[in-house]
């Protein structure tokens, strides 16, 4: 299986975070101690891409739920995925992360869709 890695792009009071590779707690763990670290800052959107992630396992589902609860409890910000596939749309909506965040099709919607 692919390992995960991730690539951060950061603009303003937007961060993107393009992972890549197989999706598990471990990964859950950097993204959301990255996405702290940067709401710490100041940022206030956060998009995560997920065009080139392989799978989500069910403890990275676990992950981006927490990572959910935390960026609109504790921040008050705005968190955007993007880059689903149907599987991975359909594990979300049905583990109740999606209620939870803005979903666009790819990076430049998620951006447009925060300006709104």
């Given at each position: 299986m692919e390992n995960f890695s991730?690539?951060?792009q950061e603009s303003d009071d937007l961060v993107v975070?393009?992972?890549k590779g197989y999706y598990n707690d471990e990964a859950g763990e950097k993204v959301n101690e990255s996405a702290g670290n940067f709401f710490s800052k100041?940022?206030?959107i956060l998009i995560v891409d997920f065009s080139e992630c392989v799978v989500i396992n069910?403890?990275?589902v676990a992950s981006l739920m927490g990572l959910a609860i935390r960026v609109t409890d504790e921040f008050q910000a705005k968190l955007v995925f993007s880059g689903l596939d149907t599987f991975k749309n359909q594990v979300l909506m049905v583990s109740g992360v999606l209620p939870l965040v803005e979903v666009a099709p790819d990076v430049k919607t998620g951006?447009?869709?925060c300006k709104i």
């Open positions: 991730i690539n951060i975070f393009y992972v100041g940022k206030k069910s403890l990275g951006i447009e869709l």
